[in-house]
T-cell receptor
Framework: DAKTTQPNSMESNEEEPVHLPCNHSTISGTDYIHWYRQLPSQGPEYVIHGLTSNVNNRMASLAIAEDRKSSTLILHRATLRDAAVYYCILRENSGYSTLTFGKGTMLLVSP | GAGVSQSPSNKVTEKGKDVELRCDPISGHTALYWYRQSLGQGLEFLIYFQGNSAPDKSGLPSDRFSAERTGGSVSTLTIQRTQQEDSAVYLC?????????????FGDGTRLSIL
């Protein structure tokens, strides 16, 4: 998988929006952008993914830059349960595609 | 609906023993992956099943590791003659399809400790 760069950690207050950035300047035209998160002692949890257009689902929104070299995961109202490590991953469009996690961003949410 | 279920959630065993880990994927998901995650480390791919096709075993670290998937549903990962370096969290994920446009849904894993 192509390389992504994320901040090591971010902090937020409960019920405030959170914008988690990800840089992926070497993205190819057919790479999908995926976001997963992992809470302590739990398996990774799928959050959202997209290719070119912005995406919304019940958990979050994904804003993809026009040149696709960066993206932002948006949590509209952070809750304590959103405290986790968030991983931004590029998945190549070649055969099946396994997941490779980098270090991710640890999100801390304060009440 | 029901997510991916793994059992046991924790397993402690002595070095040299065999262990069997079970994964129940989400119903209807054709793709199934096994990964392992060591403390503070990322995901290490082990094996991939897609429908009735032959599995991709390219990630298995040694011939002590094997896996099967019966009836395109439940999967078991077997580790023979366990070693201390096998200690890790073993994660199973399933997906509706094989390509990068499909999300993978994970279980909470089996935490394996080899004494």
């Amino acid at each position: 998988d192509a390389k992504t760069t994320q901040p090591n950690s971010m902090e937020s207050n409960e019920e405030e929006p959170v914008h988690l950035p990800c840089n992926h300047s070497t993205i190819s035209g057919t790479d999908y952008i995926h976001w997963y998160r992992q809470l302590p002692s739990q398996g990774p949890e799928y959050v959202i993914h997209g290719l070119t257009s912005n995406v919304n689902n019940r958990m979050a929104s994904l804003a993809i830059a026009e040149d696709r070299k960066s993206s932002t995961l948006i949590l509209h109202r952070a809750t304590l349960r959103d405290a986790a490590v968030y991983y931004c991953i590029l998945r190549e469009n070649s055969g099946y595609s396994t997941l490779t996690f980098g270090k991710g961003t640890m999100l801390l949410v304060s009440p | 609906g029901a997510g991916v279920s793994q059992s046991p959630s924790n397993k402690v065993t002595e070095k040299g023993k065999d262990v069997e880990l079970r994964c129940d994927p989400i119903s209807g998901h054709t793709a199934l992956y096994w990964y392992r995650q060591s403390l503070g480390q990322g995901l290490e791919f082990l094996i991939y099943f897609q429908g009735n096709s032959a599995p991709d075993k390219s990630g298995l670290p040694s011939d002590r590791f094997s896996a099967e998937r019966t009836g395109g549903s439940v999967s078991t990962l077997t580790i023979q003659r366990t070693q201390q370096e096998d200690s890790a969290v073993y994660l199973c994920a399933s997906s509706p399809g094989r390509g990068p446009g499909w999300p993978q849904h994970f279980g909470d894993g089996t935490r394996l400790s080899i004494l």
